[in-house]
């Protein structure tokens, strides 16, 4: 319940003037979210790859209203990757790009997002570098897998997001099981009648998911915190002859640090998911709806002041 009302409450305007109007509310958001600016963004890759992580970089940022936004979200990627080329970075780096960012929303938004995506996987290629699209709610999904497989014609090592809380995921795995995929649990409010309600439904939906991947010829990104979660993919990796680097875990920044570090110090392709920009209301958001430790976190900053 408490989810739910915290999903629901990252697409309210309301509660969103409220939320970033505090002003002890940045110092929480600083845990989660690496700056607003792309020399945070760049600061905080830095960092992390000294310490022998990889990252994938999301310029935050959804709904968007009109094309000059889109297009201003295309370019802050344009001079993301500029940034990272210039000191050094594009080796261990990534980007993660959501496509209600890219303008799908706008009329003739299909077509804007491919243009803006399609813009963005050449500055990658360029560079040597990959890019991964986010999943959004369930009414994005095939218009989101239309993108990637548009994007593929000509870049074939773009990534996507699969949900393992959708029902219709593991159709959707045994498509894709050939190529990069990152799978996640899942972090859109949904109905019964789509997804998967309960945890543990959405764990053993994650747990059929990742044996797919791990069968498959493709790049299993293993999106989790879970100590289990991660102990079975080190499993399955293990039955299926997988060597470390032929399947990489993914985790938030700021959830668990340590646990990311001792996978990277262990051999294994450990990539922090690092979002940046002003629009963090609704990731962080959502970050707070995983869970409850996080919701914690945020109200203990407040009565600890």
């Known amino acids: 319940m408490l989810s739910s009302v915290l999903l629901a409450s990252a697409r309210s305007e309301r509660i969103r003037r409220l939320v970033t109007g505090m002003p002890l509310t940045r110092s929480v958001v600083d845990r989660f979210v690496a700056g607003e600016g792309l020399g945070n963004a760049i600061e905080v890759t830095r960092g992390l790859t000294r310490a022998g992580l990889s990252v994938t970089l999301d310029h935050l940022g959804e709904d968007t209203t009109d094309r000059a936004q889109a297009d201003r979200t295309r370019d802050a990627y344009l001079d993301l990757f500029e940034a990272l080329a210039e000191n050094g970075l594009t080796k261990d780096a990534e980007v993660s790009v959501k496509l209600s960012a890219l303008g799908r929303a706008l009329p003739g938004g299909q077509a804007i997002a491919l243009d803006n995506a399609r813009a963005i996987c050449a500055a990658a290629d360029r560079l040597a570098m990959t890019v991964t699209v986010d999943m959004e709610d369930h009414t994005t999904v095939d218009a989101t897998l239309d993108v990637v497989a548009d994007l593929r014609a000509d870049f074939p090592w773009v990534g996507v997001a699969i949900q393992s809380m959708l029902r219709r995921s593991e159709g959707d795995l045994r498509d894709l099981a050939g190529s990069r995929v990152r799978l996640v649990k899942g972090a859109y409010a ?17 747990v059929r998911g990742l044996r797919l991947l791990m069968e498959g010829t493709g790049h299993p990104m293993v999106g989790s915190h879970d100590p289990r979660i991660v102990a079975i ?46 629009d963090w209301y609704g990731y962080f958001m959502r970050r707070l709806a995983e869970r409850p430790a996080n919701l914690a976190f945020f109200l203990r900053s407040f009565v600890s002041r």
């Open 233 to 278: 993919a080190l499993d399955l990796a293990r039955l299926n002859g997988r060597e470390p680097g032929s399947y990489e875990f993914q985790m938030l920044y700021g959830i668990r640090p340590a646990e990311q570090r001792r996978l990277a110090e262990a051999g294994e392709r450990m990539r922090v998911y690092v979002p940046y920009g002003d």
């Open 190 to 206: 949904e109905p019964a009648s789509v997804a998967y309600q309960s945890k543990a439904e959405v764990d053993r939906a994650y």
